[in-house]
């Protein structure tokens, strides 16, 4: 039993020798493995902008004795504390542990290798260099030309790393139609409007905050001529004897059009007698627009009429015509005076280069209460120079045509400038009594003047009313005849008195 025990006890200490001297091996494997160089630092991808500073590591341990040294591509940089690569960017520091290449540039861009050399065989670390460069844009063309209604292109190339993406804007900041991304822009049905500066931008990110890279392209758009006239120049009504008239228009067009005046079939440049025209013109708005200019000299009769602005260019012509007007102003209503509770004196002041022949007065009671309705549907129309209309349709309006006495004159007669004057002068005020007013009543009164050349536009409304006034004897020259026979006759021919500062006669 004993021997049993002994003999178990035998193989129990063999087998644990066998494990100690095992575990003693492994620990002196491990001793000798830890001797053996490798690389501390780890490899990496720099993205570095053009300009700036990089530095690569090239951390070992157990470096020994061996060598460190450094390769872009096939090209030997340093071995050991040794630069071998003449480049004064170049700095490398603790044996090659690490470089530095300072001024980044885009040729840098690359693979850069350390290499360890041991006795067994070389140990390489490799990294890679990315520049980065902001983006670069120009324009395929810097002006395009096209006419309107066609289509056009505009093209900028762009260049950077990475590569720059390009969207498109108008400098005046205008809203594109379409894609605005792209290194196209496309531009269909063109008009003038379109012409000007478009801006491609690009944007790759490697740009300085808040700064925009772009490029400028300028579309030039030709069109026919374009002609505008202000409202309010398209009829001027100028006095006799004035020294000068000057009339205009706006002209825009690409190319640049020839511009004449003309006045019925005559060009005013090629029949200029003692300078009676002058023609000038001025730039207004944007670079393809004129104000043109056409100045008359010492106004006369025979100088009122219709001109024209006439532009032409290689692609169609635009006119229109300004009238220089004889005709008379609106008249101005002045304060009158009741002088009955049925009779109004009517006072207007006279804006006519010529003598006046007529004068239109239109009037109507303002009717409230039940028929307060008329004020907003009378048919009747007192616009522009046109008669008032259906007048004898309503019960409360009428029309009164008043002529001024006139003298006839043998064929071939031609007043003097001072006569005319003279005449002009006894014209400038107008007075009319109306009769036969209902009493308390309001009204609403316009007035039109007429001369040679025409009618006035209908003076603005006045109104007056009935309330204050006594009861009086009808004046001599408020004779009228009643509403109802007014609205027979329609129109009647009475002399108005007129306000003259010496009392003559009214006469041609």
């Given at each position: 039993m004993n021997y049993c025990v002994s003999f178990v006890s035998i193989i129990?200490?063999?087998?644990?020798?066998?494990?100690?001297?095992?575990?003693?091996?492994?620990?002196?494997?491990?001793?000798?493995?830890?001797?053996?160089?490798?690389?501390?630092?780890?490899?990496?991808?720099?993205?570095?902008?053009?300009?700036?500073?990089?530095?690569?590591?090239?951390?070992?341990?157990?470096?020994?004795?061996?060598?460190?040294?450094?390769?872009?591509?096939?090209?030997?940089?340093?071995?050991?504390p040794i630069k071998v690569y003449n480049e004064d960017r170049l700095i490398h520091r603790y044996n090659g542990s690490e470089i530095t290449l300072r001024d980044v540039q885009p040729r840098d861009e690359g693979e850069y290798a350390c290499q360890l050399n041991t006795m067994d065989s070389p140990i390489e670390l490799v990294h890679h260099l990315d520049v980065l460069i902001p983006p670069r844009i120009v324009p395929r063309e810097a002006e395009v030309s096209v006419k309107a209604g066609s289509r056009a292109e505009l093209e900028c190339v762009a260049h950077g790393n990475p590569p720059p993406t390009i969207h498109w804007r108008r400098l005046d900041g205008e809203e594109l139609q379409g894609p605005t991304i792209?290194?196209?822009?496309?531009?269909?049905?063109?008009?003038?409007?379109?012409?000007?500066?478009?801006?491609?931008?690009?944007?790759?990110g490697v740009e300085e905050e808040g700064e925009e890279i772009y490029a400028l392209i300028k579309l030039q758009v030709q069109y026919q001529p374009e002609i505008q006239v202000d409202g309010h120049k398209r009829h001027y009504h100028p006095k006799l004897k004035q020294l000068y008239l000057s009339i205009s228009c706006n002209v825009s067009a690409d190319p640049a059009p020839d511009v004449n005046w003309q006045r019925g079939r005559t060009v005013l440049s090629h029949h200029d007698h003692k300078n009676k025209y002058q023609m000038t013109s001025k730039p207004i708005g944007d670079q393809n627009t004129r104000m043109f200019i056409l100045t008359i000299r010492d106004i006369r009769e025979e100088d009122f009429g219709n001109y024209t602005c006439h532009a032409t260019n290689s692609l169609g012509l635009d006119k229109h015509e300004i009238v220089v007007s004889g005709k008379p102003l609106p008249p101005t209503i002045l304060p009158g005076v009741g002088t009955s509770k049925t009779q109004y004196k009517l006072r207007w002041k006279v804006d006519s280069a010529f003598p006046v022949r007529e004068h239109n007065i239109y009037y109507e009671r303002i009717i409230h209460g039940q028929q307060q309705k008329f004020l907003h549907q009378s048919s009747v129309r007192c616009y522009g120079q046109n008669d008032c209309t259906d007048c004898e349709m309503q019960d409360s309006c009428n029309m009164l045509n008043i002529r001024a006495e006139q003298k006839h004159q043998p064929q071939g007669w031609r007043r003097s400038l001072e006569d005319l004057q003279q005449l002009l002068d006894s014209q400038k005020e107008a007075e009319q009594v109306l009769i036969e007013l209902v009493p308390d009543s309001r009204y609403r009164v316009k007035i039109q003047t007429v001369n040679e050349f025409g009618r006035s536009h209908w003076s603005k409304d006045f109104e007056f009313d009935t309330y204050g006034a006594e009861t009086q004897r009808p004046s001599l020259f408020s004779a009228f005849s009643s509403t109802s026979s007014l609205r027979a006759l329609n129109f009647l021919l009475v002399v108005p008195l007129l306000i003259m500062d010496r009392r003559l006669p009214l006469s041609l």
């Open positions: 129990i200490l063999g087998c644990l020798s066998s494990s100690v001297n095992s575990v003693s091996s492994s620990y002196s494997n491990l001793m000798y493995s830890s001797n053996i160089a490798y690389f501390h630092s780890q490899q990496q991808n720099f993205k570095i902008k053009i300009g700036d500073d990089v530095t690569f590591p090239c951390h070992v341990n157990n470096k020994g004795a061996d060598v460190i040294t450094w390769k872009n591509g096939i090209r030997l940089l340093t071995a050991g792209g290194s196209r822009l496309s531009l269909e049905k063109i008009d003038r409007g379109m012409a000007g500066k478009y801006m491609c931008l690009a944007k790759n």
